[in-house]
């Protein structure tokens, strides 16, 4: 599975949108961009994927680039209860693949 | 009930000794994974198991051993604990096509003195 880069932290005011990023440049074309978050010490979440469409839900937007190289995770007005650590994983859907997570974006959301 | 449980919560164990990690899951899915997490560096994958019969070992399987009792059952065991096994443990499952990925549970935390 394709190696992801992400800052290692992030703040954002709270009401505000925050953009996450991630650069997956290595990304093959069956494998698919997840994005997991840990809040505290708790299981990571689930919390959208996408192959090259943007994706949204009732959580976050994802924004695909046309080349697929990076992709940016959008919580459209963040709360504190967004601060979390995220992770962006890219994994090949098909073959079952297990997940490897990285170490994440902390996200801080600041009242 | 949580879909994923996972006991006990928190464990304080001595060097040497023996300790199992439990997993259970009503979600009915057939893959289950352990996972280790220690500050600062993710997390990591030490066996995994696509059914009762499979099991597979991770990126860090060294000083662990699993056990896949049943489909809904998947125990994680240190045959002797050292200090550096003191982590967040996280066990996972998944259906066989996965396209939403795993459900966690909440955690155990092992400290091993």
Not at chain 2, 75 to 94: D, K, R, V
């Amino acid at each position: 599975d394709a190696k992801t880069t992400q800052p290692p932290s992030m703040d954002c005011a709270e009401g505000r949108a925050a953009n996450l990023p991630c650069n997956h440049s290595t990304i093959s074309g069956n494998e698919y961009v997840y994005w997991y978050r840990q809040i505290h010490s708790q299981g990571p979440q689930y919390i959208i994927h996408g192959l090259k469409n943007n994706e949204t839900n009732e959580m976050a937007s994802l924004i695909i680039t046309e080349d697929r190289k990076s992709s940016t995770l959008i919580l459209p007005h963040a709360t504190l209860r967004d601060t979390a650590v995220y992770y962006c994983i890219v994994r090949v859907v098909s073959t079952g693949n297990q997940f490897y997570f990285g170490t994440g974006t902390s996200l801080t959301v600041i009242p | 009930d949580a879909d994923v449980t996972q006991t006990p919560r928190n464990r304080i164990t001595k060097t040497g000794k023996r300790i199992m990690l439990e997993c259970s899951q009503t979600k009915g899915h057939d893959r289950m994974y352990w996972y280790r997490q220690d500050p600062g560096l993710g997390l990591r994958l030490i066996y995994y198991s696509f059914d009762v019969k499979d099991i597979n070992k991770g990126e860090i399987s060294d000083g662990y051993s699993v056990s896949r009792q049943a489909q809904a059952k998947f125990s994680l065991s240190l045959e002797s604990a050292i200090p550096n096994q003191t982590a967040l443990y996280f066990c996972a499952t998944s259906p066989s096509w996965d396209p939403y990925g795993y459900t966690f549970g909440s955690g155990t935390r092992l400290t091993v003195v």
